[in-house]
């Protein structure tokens, strides 16, 4: 399915479905991909685990929200290996680099696309554990050790891969992270920079100037520098 350009930089939703997070809420993830995340739910349930769907589609503004609090110190911002970084004193293009490694510019997230969803596994959450998102986490003796096994053995027989499973140069390595392999390749193949471009730039970004001089750096080293299958 091809999405609108509206659609594949979050400002639409006409693209989703409702789907069980897993913790008894909803998220929204593209609708042509329900049936095999459902496959993909039972089959990690089949094997003793149950994944909880911390985070699905986030729209341009969520996304906006993210980087510019970021961008301005009102979010930690977190070296490759998760140590915190101090950006007061960085450079514009020390801090863009160093926000990328972790957090997408708005409209070039994938997760506005509704093929790519974080997940963790949900008795720990259910027990009171904080999500953070780390490799700690998915590591040996993390609380999603046995997920992450499970994932690298599995995770591509079911239509789905991790486009963050090692790092490139650019987005840090994400083992949470998984996409819906043939949906989230079309949007991929079809998504309109210049529509998406232009959108940034006339958006409240903060250091617009700066940031739509960086557009076709983040689109090759970012957007496009992923893991394959």
């Known amino acids: 399915m091809q999405l609108s350009w509206q659609q594949a930089i979050g400002l639409e939703e006409t693209h989703l479905s409702e ?17 095999d995340l459902q496959k993909l739910i039972d089959a990690t349930r089949a094997a003793g685990l149950t994944i909880a769907i911390v985070s699905g589609f986030r729209s341009f503004e969520r996304q906006l929200s993210i980087w510019n609090d970021k961008w301005q110190g009102y979010r930690p911002v ?35 696309w509704g093929t790519d969803l974080d997940i963790f596994l949900a008795e720990p959450i259910k027990q009171g554990y904080q999500v953070e998102l780390t490799l700690a986490e998915f590591a040996k003796n993390g609380p ?14 079911l239509g789905f891969f991790r486009p963050y499973s090692e790092y490139l140069g650019g987005v840090s390595q994400e083992p949470w992270h998984i996409s819906h392999q043939s949906v989230s390749s079309k949007i991929s193949q ?22 739509t001089s960086q557009l076709n750096h983040y689109r090759k080293n970012y957007f496009e520098n992923i893991s394959t299958c």
């Open 19 to 35: 789907f069980n997070d897993g913790l008894g809420g909803q998220v929204l993830v593209h609708s042509a991909i329900v049936d």
């Open 190 to 211: 079809s998504f309109d920079f210049k529509a998406c471009a232009n959108y940034i730039s006339a958006s409240e970004i903060q250091a617009a100037k700066f940031i």
């Open 144 to 157: 999603c050790e046995k997920l992450a096994e499970w994932l690298s053995q599995r995770l591509q027989s």
């Open 78 to 112: 977190y070296s490759r290996h998760g140590r915190p970084l101090n950006i007061t004193n960085m450079s514009e293009i020390e801090k863009y680099k160093a926000i990328a490694l972790w957090s997408a510019l708005p409209g070039m997230s994938r997760h506005h």
